[in-house]
């Protein structure tokens, strides 16, 4: 198993920039193909950026293209969302998932395909 800690979500204006990070416990997080998902009051949870466990396939979201960009470095058990050019319509709690996957290397991008998540970060844009 793999536990999740997200940090770096904040109070921003529109057009900065945030870093987000993700710690994950355990020796195995190589096995886990990770993703960043948010959910806006009132809105269902959505995936934001996705990242295969060894790190040669991402997908994002259409609204975050060119804005975003996900990585992961293994050595630290960590996965990062650059997050640039920020919008208000950014704003949402940031979730940091996993999902443990060790004969793919299919991204899956609905939140029921991953067993684990960590708490969230909540991110506010203000225009």
């Known amino acids: 198993q793999v536990q999740l800690v997200e940090s770096g979500g904040g109070l921003v204006q529109a057009g900065d920039s945030l870093e987000l990070s993700c710690a994950a416990s355990?020796?195995?997080?190589?096995?886990?193909?990770m993703a960043w998902f948010r959910q806006a009051p009132g809105k269902e949870r959505e995936v934001v950026a996705a990242i295969t466990r060894n790190p040669t396939t991402r997908n994002y979201a259409d609204s975050v293209k060119g804005r975003f960009t996900i990585s992961r470095d293994n050595a630290k058990n960590t996965v990062y969302l650059q997050m640039n050019n920020l919008e208000p319509e950014d704003t949402a709690v940031y979730y940091c998932a996993g999902r443990l996957d060790i004969f793919s290397q299919r991204l899956r991008l609905g939140p029921d395909e991953y067993g684990y998540w960590g708490q969230g970060t909540q991110v506010t844009v203000s225009s």
């Open positions: 355990g020796r195995t997080f190589i096995n886990y193909h």
